[in-house]
């Protein structure tokens, strides 16, 4: 039985939990997986990084190595050394010690993930991104492949309304991935920067090649849409034959807030006006009345599916398992 090809966009957190819930569909369903990544973050170690040695932004490709990391005892110690983060160290001195509690100021390795470093140094030595991220999908015994969305950092642009507290009517320029992500104002569009980023080669090969694509859950400006401004991307995914999911955040976010469940929808359509899904999934409760999220789904060509998908401790988290379970029947219909 041939396998079913599934290409996954986005980054974070978002991607991991929906890469986590690919991975246990995948012995059911013979699944083959690539993650596409944005490329985009400039907060904490991955900006630093990006800062101080150029090149791409590893974090948000690391998580998604992460979440694709075998099962073997060895390769989850694997995957633990790459998810650990360096904390500060204590200082030398009573008075250094009363002052911080103990810490010393963020600085050297404090705040990298092991697993950032090691991307960098692999870009590094490799001298090319996707080699370097096959090298270390091979360290972690990946089950998929994880690629990014374009092999030059690129950077993320919003106007802003309300950016100003003080001025709420006004609109104003907020620049970067982190700042986006935590603005306070309601973004009115986005943008890239450079504005025409080449696409990787084997993320438009993969695309061509797949039977789905799957876009979200994931902070939907930082992490979603960026996919969708890259003009090559963007032209591969309207051109594939494959069939289209999008999975539905729990929650709003900062950079969302004031935007609906139909409005997140709304956004793909603007954003790329040719988009075509098949199914929207999204979790029984986090919708709420379904019918305006109906209408948001038929605007793009899908059907609505709701199924309990979040945990049920009541954070705003999918559950892998409920995902998976709800993603079974769904892409399965590919055969």
């Known amino acids: 039985m041939t396998a079913i090809r599934v290409v996954a966009f986005g980054g974070g957190h978002g991607l991991s939990a929906s890469l986590r819930a690919l991975r246990r569909c995948a012995p059911e369903l013979d699944l083959d997986l690539t993650a596409v990544v944005t490329v985009g973050d400039d907060g904490g170690s991955s900006g630093r990084l990006r800062a101080e040695r150029g090149g791409l932004p590893p974090g948000d490709l690391r998580q998604a190595l992460v979440a694709l990391a075998g099962d073997h005892p060895a390769t989850q110690r694997s995957a633990g050394l790459f998810q650990h983060r360096f904390a500060a160290v204590p200082t030398p001195t009573a008075g250094d010690w009363a002052a911080t509690g103990g810490l010393t100021a963020a600085g050297g390795l404090t705040g990298h993930a092991v ?11 490799l001298g090319d991104p996707v080699a370097a991220l096959e090298h270390a999908g ?11 969305m374009s092999c030059e950092s690129v950077g993320i642009e919003a106007r802003v309304r309300g950016v100003d507290p003080d001025r709420p009517a006004e609109v104003g320029i907020v620049s970067g991935q982190h700042q986006v992500a935590v603005t306070t104002g309601r973004v009115e569009s986005l943008r890239l920067n450079p504005a025409a980023p080449a696409a990787c080669p084997e993320a438009l090969a993969a695309i061509g090649a797949a039977d789905w694509l799957l876009f979200g859950p994931g902070s939907w400006y930082t992490s979603v849409l960026p996919h969708l401004l890259v003009p090559e991307l963007a032209a591969a995914i309207v051109a594939s034959p494959a069939r289209r999911l999008v999975t539905l955040n729990l929650a709003t976010e900062k950079e ?31 919708v709420g009345d379904p019918d305006p999220v109906e209408r948001a789904a038929e605007s793009l060509g899908a059907r609505l599916i709701l199924a309990p998908v979040a945990v049920n401790d009541g954070t705003p988290c999918h559950d892998s398992a409920a995902l998976a379970a709800a993603l079974v029947p769904v892409l399965g219909a590919a055969r």
């Open 115 to 125: 697993g950032n470093l090691v991307l960098c140094g692999l870009m590094e030595l």
């Open 138 to 148: 091979a360290m972690l015994g990946t089950v998929g492949r994880v690629l990014p």
């Open 256 to 286: 969302t807030f004031g935007l609906s469940v139909a409005d997140h929808l709304a956004e793909l359509r603007w954003y790329l006006p040719k988009l075509r899904v098949d199914c929207v999934l999204g979790d029984v409760k986090a």
